[in-house]
């Protein structure tokens, strides 16, 4: 029999199931069946990547074309959506066009995260078309040492 290290905050959870599930399926679906003509407007999913480093969260995601304004970023309770819109560029004829594959069009990923965020310090920078997310664990989910007397 093997013994799995249990961490605090890491019981299943049908809903995260359910979250990746309609990530993955509007990544698929949002290219096979996306209103996509030749302006590229479709649903679409940017990639994201979220590492622990120290007591941080770090969320970072790719994100060429938009501004700051056109990134949307909310936590409710350990759920961090990003929202967005990359808006098409009219100035070129739907017809002028020979080959499209960049994506227009908006996109919303949500993520829960394993531990408790401590809202007021949540900190986002845009840089060169990069988001990175710093998200502080909260008091509570920092883990504690405490020392034990033995009598």
Known sequence: ??????????????????????????????????KRGASGETTWNPSVDIYRQGE?????????????DDIDITIVDNIVTLKGSKKYESEIKDEDYYHVER???????????PAN????????LFNNGVLEVTLPLAEESKPKQIKINIE
Do not use: Y
């Not at 799995?4 to 949002?30: A, H, I, S």
């Not at 994506?103 to 995260?113: A, C, D, P």
């Not at 965020?117 to 986002?124: H, N």
């Open 1 to 34: 029999m093997a013994i799995v290290r249990w961490k605090p905050g890491r019981e299943w959870n049908p809903f995260t199931d359910m979250l990746d599930l309609q990530n993955n399926l509007n990544r698929v679906l949002g290219f096979a069946l996306g």
């Open 56 to 68: 941080n969260f770090i969320l970072k995601s790719e994100l060429p074309g938009l501004g700051k």
């Open 103 to 113: 994506l227009f069009g908006s996109f919303e990923r949500s993520f829960e995260l």
């Open 117 to 124: 965020i401590d809202r007021s310090k949540v900190k986002a």
